[in-house]
């Protein structure tokens, strides 16, 4: 159990448009989502924490109308990049905080996000 | 700021040989955790280390933990060549903060 998935794996998308990245729980229900960016040969960054029906908590930094998150359900939370730029691009991933193991996150895959 | 942080930012060993990474950190933790990160994949955890523990194992990891230093180190044996990803030290206070990690590469 706990599997994390992400999708779309990998989108390639034009200056200015809006990008929504879609983050599951597949075989838990997850109070709690993390988002985090990771630049090429980097440290993964803690963007925001998404916590089912309230707003997410927002890293220093991040820029709240930036990237939307919404966390609709106990299994679905997503990250919408909104006006994405070139400097967007970057390499997002979410975990999920499972309810019998609070210490443990377990991540998706990933999503490469290229903004040409 | 990042509280971890990997030694060496690179290791290249030969199969079957032990790979040793070193994690150091700046203020107190709750838990330590080890990650590996194949390239472009999301990250999977291995082993968890409480503040309390000093050692601990799990298959062919082996995890220490020296509070007194703010440092950990993860030690792989008989490494093979699947072993091959980015290893990060993650320390859980109040949220997971990831070191810069080690990339490891296992010559068959």
């Known amino acids: 159990g706990a599997v994390v998935s992400q999708h779309p794996s990998r989108v390639i998308c034009k200056s200015g448009t809006s990008v929504k990245i879609e983050c599951r729980s597949l075989?838990?229900?997850?109070?709690?989502m993390f988002w985090y960016r990771q630049f090429p040969k980097k440290s993964l960054m803690l963007m925001a924490t998404?916590?089912?029906?309230?707003?997410?908590?927002?890293e220093q930094g991040v820029e709240k109308d930036k990237f939307l998150i919404n966390h609709a359900s106990l299994t679905l939370s997503t990250l919408t990049v909104t006006s994405a730029h070139p400097e967007d691009s970057s390499f997002y991933i979410c975990?999920?905080?499972?309810?019998?193991?609070?210490?443990?996150?377990?991540f998706g895959p990933g999503t490469r996000l290229l903004v040409l | 700021s990042q509280q971890g942080e990997e030694d060496p930012q690179a290791l290249s060993i030969q199969e079957g040989e032990n790979a040793t990474m070193n994690c150091s950190y700046k203020t107190s933790i709750n838990n330590l955790q080890w990650y590996r990160q194949n390239s472009g994949r999301g990250l999977v955890h291995l082993i968890l280390i409480r503040s309390n523990e000093r050692e601990k194992h799990s298959g062919r990891l082996r995890v220490t933990l020296d509070t007194s230093k703010k440092s950990s180190s993860l030690l792989i044996t008989a490494s093979r060549a699947a072993d091959t990803a980015s290893y990060f030290c993650a320390t859980d206070k109040y949220q997971l903060t990831f070191g810069k990690g080690t990339k490891l590469s296992v010559i068959p």
């Open positions: 975990s999920a905080g499972h309810p019998s193991d609070r210490e443990t996150q377990y």
């Open positions: 075989d838990f229900q997850a109070t709690t």
């Open positions: 998404s916590n089912e029906g309230s707003k997410a908590t927002y």
